[in-house]
């Protein structure tokens, strides 16, 4: 897979293909975009999604199911008022569940159930290169996880979810945030 990367209010992927896919939108990618999938709906993630939106009007927004309310609600999950960007509700065009498989066509991405950070936070696993997008359940710095102390977090979801994901055969990782 070619992956872009872009740093915002958190670190953005932009997976270059046929279709070219973005994991999380915290920054304003100004590059094409077909399909943006969301590891969860905290502002930090969330807040360029219209921008991009605009200027790819047929893209497609993928988030988990347990996160889709909030997306469309901009519920307290979302810690909307801690943005310094306006944010607006948005309803999924696909909602995403635990083992999901979505395939492109030059590349799929496992969804992996990776609740601890917020309760419906997912990860993407290619599992032919072994590359995740973790978003906030583990960083790439001396294994420093997400935040469990914001609305719907939990330490013991975050052990079991990092615990999930070292099973996992990863070659890179891509945090939500590269410290």
């Given at each position: 897979?070619?992956?872009?990367a872009?740093?915002?209010?958190?670190?953005?992927?932009?997976?270059?293909?046929?279709?070219?896919?973005?994991?999380?939108?915290?920054?304003?990618v100004?590059?094409?975009?077909d399909?943006?999938?969301?590891?969860?709906?905290?502002?930090?993630?969330?807040?360029?999604?219209?921008?991009?939106l605009q200027?790819?009007?047929?893209?497609?927004?993928?988030?988990?199911?347990?996160?889709?309310?909030?997306?469309?609600?901009?519920?307290?999950k979302?810690?909307y008022?801690?943005s310094?960007?306006q944010?607006?509700?948005l309803?999924?065009?696909k909602?995403?569940?635990?083992?999901?498989?979505?395939k492109?066509?030059?590349?799929?991405?496992?969804?992996?159930?990776?609740?601890?950070?917020?309760?419906g936070?997912?990860?993407?696993y290619?599992?032919k290169?072994g590359?995740?997008f973790s978003?906030?359940?583990?960083f790439?710095?001396?294994?420093?996880f997400?935040?469990?102390?914001?609305?719907?977090?939990?330490?013991?979801?975050?052990?079991?979810?990092?615990?999930?994901?070292?099973?996992?055969?990863?070659?890179k990782?891509?945090p939500?945030?590269?410290?």
């Open positions: 897979m070619k992956v872009k872009f740093h915002g209010m958190s670190s953005c992927y932009l997976i270059q293909g046929k279709k070219n896919v973005l994991i999380d939108a915290g920054a304003d100004h590059d094409k975009v399909v943006i999938i969301l590891t969860h709906s905290h502002f930090d993630h969330i807040a360029y999604l219209h921008h991009i200027r790819n009007k047929t893209c497609k927004v993928y988030i988990s199911e347990k996160e889709a309310y909030d997306l469309e609600h901009l519920s307290e979302t810690m008022r801690w310094p960007i944010l607006k509700p309803k999924a065009d909602k995403l569940n635990d083992n999901d498989l979505i492109f066509t030059d590349f799929a991405l496992r969804v992996i159930a990776s609740p601890g950070h917020t309760d936070s997912i990860s993407l290619n599992e290169t590359e995740l978003g906030d359940t583990v790439n710095f001396n294994g420093v997400g935040r469990t102390d914001l609305p719907s977090s939990s330490d013991e979801d975050m052990v079991k979810s990092i615990n999930k994901l070292k099973a996992l055969k990863i070659k990782l891509y939500g945030h590269d410290y």
